[in-house]
């Protein structure tokens, strides 16, 4: 069964930094579009950022210059780097996986599969 594992998250206080990594239980995800999104209490989910299969990224401005995405094929892993962390940043993240391209995965806010999600909490 396909399956997106996250981890990595935590607590930590404002100006922190933490790694959330996401593995893919198939090597089939070496082709597909990664990103990770945030969902804070009382609020909709929003993207963070997004990394095509060759390495084309996208992240949202909220988080440009503090968080990097990447990714590990041989390891089928996804990282989000999170620097400068700020208490607006708190939520739960998601991983997610699409075979769409990275414009696409932009233009439709859709993908097929999903993790279970990692809590980041911080504090002021």
């Known amino acids: 069964q396909v399956s997106l594992v996250e981890s990595g998250g935590g607590s930590v206080q404002t100006g922190g930094s933490l790694r959330l990594s996401c593995t893919a239980s198939?090597?089939?995800?070496?082709?597909?579009?990664m990103g990770w999104y945030r969902q804070a209490p009382g609020k909709e989910r929003e993207v963070v950022a997004a990394?095509?299969?060759?390495?084309?990224?996208y992240s949202t401005d909220s988080v440009k210059g503090r968080f990097t995405i990447s990714r590990d094929h041989a390891k089928n892993t996804v990282y989000l780097q999170m620097n400068s962390l700020k208490p607006e940043d708190t939520a739960v993240y998601y991983c997610?996986?699409?075979?769409?391209?990275?414009?696409?995965?932009?233009?439709?806010?859709?993908?097929?599969?999903w993790g279970r999600g990692t809590q980041v909490t911080v504090s002021s």
């Open positions: 990394i095509s299969s060759r390495g084309a990224t």
């Open positions: 198939e090597e089939a995800f070496k082709n597909y579009t």
């Open positions: 997610a996986a699409d075979p769409k391209t990275l414009l696409g995965t932009i233009a439709t806010g859709k993908y097929t599969y």
